[in-house]
């Protein structure tokens, strides 16, 4: 007689049982991380407040008017007005497309180019290593703010060049972390293997490297967009961002803290508040989609 449990022999599969599919393992995942669902839904709010929220709340964003600086919140102006005179809510939402962007933008452009890069360098290996290394250590020998200060002294700042800027410097430390791992999988049997089965060096990154770095790389990659936001910010804060009428969450932060010992607390607040959980919140879903992957990663 067959040893049972609950009635059921053992060794005995169930046959309607079926393997959860990967979205569904990917989905069950994400959702069971409730801060990550939290943070999707205010950067869902973030988003839809940057670009739907113009299209209902009607402002002028590019023409002064001194008459209506620096007043209070009504209700003819939600959170008061500017120094300039223009609606700081109309400005706020403006000023998130632009750092909403900029930081998508970064974030892609820099984490892809030092995905190629790192893992060309650490499979490679040899004088390629060696080489290429040594075109980042170069670049980041460079300060940062000597590199913009001295690039906005020769052509005037726009969105599209402040991205290539910034993403110029933030792909440098992606392309260490992706060698780094690189050159720890290539030593791996199943890479010695496909090696050994004539595996062809762009097939062996794309079916072993790429995936197994996914993981740090989905992390990097939201951190990156989250430094993006918050040097953007920094360098309106400087005042080196988008000429106007454009703006910045960075740009309105640094003209409300002219007029911080006035009491014109709605020129820095919500500024102030939008980046912290903009960038929070990133962090939080970077960290929720790593575990995503590696889940997916463990049922291949």
């Known amino acids: 007689m067959a040893t049972t449990v609950d009635s ?3 060794g005995v599969v ?4 079926k393997p959860r599919s990967l979205a569904r393992i990917a989905l069950s995942t994400f959702m069971g991380n409730k801060l990550a669902v939290v943070s ?3 950067l869902v709010l973030i988003v839809l407040f940057c670009f739907l929220g113009p299209v209902i709340y009607h402002t002028n964003q590019t023409s002064t008017n001194l008459v209506l600086e620096n007043q209070s919140p009504s ?3 939600i959170l008061g007005t500017s120094p300039t005179g223009k609606d700081e809510l ?4 403006l000023g998130g497309q632009s750092t909403l962007e900029l930081g998508l933008a970064v974030g892609v452009l820099a984490t892809a180019f030092g995905l190629v890069w790192g893992t060309v360098s650490g499979f490679v290996g040899g004088v390629v290593d ?3 290394m040594r075109v980042v250590d170069a670049f980041l020998s460079i300060p940062f703010l000597f590199f913009v200060i001295l690039l906005a002294s020769i052509a005037r700042p726009t969105l599209a060049l402040i991205i290539i800027v910034i ?4 792909w440098l430390s992606t392309a260490r972390l992706v060698r780094a791992e690189t050159l720890s999988l290539r030593t791996r049997d199943y890479v010695s293997a496909s090696l050994g089965f004539g595996a062809k060096g762009s097939r062996l990154i794309a079916r072993h490297v790429v995936p197994n770095v996914l993981g740090v790389l989905v992390v990097n990659g939201t951190l990156k967009i989250a430094d993006a936001i918050l040097t953007f910010a920094a360098l309106g804060y400087l005042g080196l961002s988008v000429p106007p009428p454009a703006t910045n969450w960075g ?3 640094a003209g409300g803290v002219n007029n911080i010992f006035d009491g014109y607390w709605w020129q820095i607040w919500p500024a102030a508040i939008l980046i912290v959980l903009t960038v929070l919140a990133v962090n939080v879903l970077g960290d929720a989609l790593r575990d995503v992957v590696e889940a997916r990663l463990n049922q291949r």
């Open 251 to 253: 740009e309105i932060l």
């Open 14 to 17: 169930e046959k309607d049982a």
């Open 40 to 42: 999707l839904g205010i």
């Open 167 to 170: 993403s110029a410097v933030s």
């Open 130 to 132: 060696s080489i290429m």
């Open 90 to 93: 109309g400005r706020l939402m």
């Open 75 to 77: 209700s003819a102006h």
């Open 8 to 10: 059921i022999p053992l």
